[in-house]
């Protein structure tokens, strides 16, 4: 595959990724959180077993990795999907993509708390300046006044899940291959999100909408995002690399912001456009490595 073509795929990746936001938040309008997230991550999880059953290659996983699978499951879907979709409800496309753009920071930063990883300074300065972006988001929301959104501080605990899922999955994929661990984290993960749903029925809360064409987009947003989008994600990773390919999800906040004031009449505030650059600032930093001066070799990281 050439690199021009590599390219155009990330690119088109990003354009998903972002769009999906509105899309998940005009879903929103007929159907209640808990519901998408369940019917979601249900066609995902079948998406994903389809593709074990054609291309196989699974196998048994142990005692420890089971308990390992069971804490990306519970955090990654389960806690994660339960925060997203009913933070987005109450919340903006725009804001939901800002807010877990600082995911990997955050990972960074627990990664040194619980796996006593070490920090250099750009992880650090990345950190403040990611976390100040976040702050400004959340505090001043959409508007030049303070105040707390109910649906950031969800997104917020979406973000906060969705990086401590990544500390499961760092240490799966040590024995395991990302393939397998994807797989079954999110049928586990599925599985759980019984237990909200049912709350859901039980309180009254559910909302379905009846009309054929949201059913279709939402089938169709899962399939693209999670299927065709997923793919060219893992082919440009393997053409271009990781860390070229990475570049091309600082795109994806600034699409979504877009997305949703066309496609959902959502304003766009200073606020989220300095947020945002704040974060993906911060997530650039955190991310240089340090270079090593002439025969000194690889500098030992900074703690924190």
């Not at 237990?195 to 559910?206: K, L, N, Q, R």
């Not at 899962?222 to 999800?249: D, E, K, P, T």
């Not at 270079?291 to 000194?296: E, V």
Request: aromatic share 10%.
């Amino acid at each position: 595959m050439s690199e021009r073509l590599t390219l155009i795929r990330l690119l088109g990746v990003s354009l998903l990724w972002g769009c999906n936001y509105a899309i998940s938040a005009y879903l929103l309008r007929d159907f209640s959180p808990i519901f998408l997230s369940f019917v979601r991550i249900c066609m995902t999880s079948l998406f994903l077993i389809t593709v074990a059953l054609v291309n196989g290659g699974l196998r048994k996983p142990s005692k420890k990795e089971w308990g390992l699978l069971a804490g990306a499951g519970i955090f990654g879907t389960l806690l994660n999907q339960t925060f997203y979709f009913t933070g987005l409800h109450h919340s903006t496309a725009g804001n939901a993509a800002l807010i877990l753009a600082l995911a990997p920071i955050c990972t960074t930063i627990l990664a040194r708390i619980f796996l006593k990883e070490r920090f250099n300074v750009f992880k650090v300065t990345g950190a403040i300046v990611g976390l100040a972006g976040v702050i400004i988001i959340v505090l001043f929301g959409g508007n030049s006044e303070l105040g707390l959104s109910i649906g950031d501080l969800y997104l917020m605990g979406a973000m906060l899940t969705l990086s401590t899922s990544l500390l499961f999955i760092r240490r799966l994929t040590e024995t395991l291959s990302s393939y397998a661990v994807t797989i079954f984290s999110t049928v586990f993960g599925s599985a759980l999100m019984i237990i909200p749903f049912s709350g859901e029925v039980a309180t009254g809360g559910t909302m379905i909408s009846h009309s054929i064409w949201l059913w279709v987009l939402l089938a169709t947003a899962g399939i693209l995002n999670q299927g065709l989008a997923g793919f060219w994600w893992n082919q440009g990773v393997s053409v271009i690399g990781a860390s070229r390919a990475a570049m091309f999800m600082n795109v994806q906040p600034f699409i979504a912001l877009i997305a949703g004031h066309f496609l959902l009449g959502d304003p766009i505030y200073a606020s989220q456009i300095l947020g945002g650059v704040l974060i993906l600032g911060g997530v650039a930093v955190a991310n240089k490595k340090p270079t090593s001066k002439p025969g000194a070799g690889t500098p030992a990281p900074a703690t924190a």
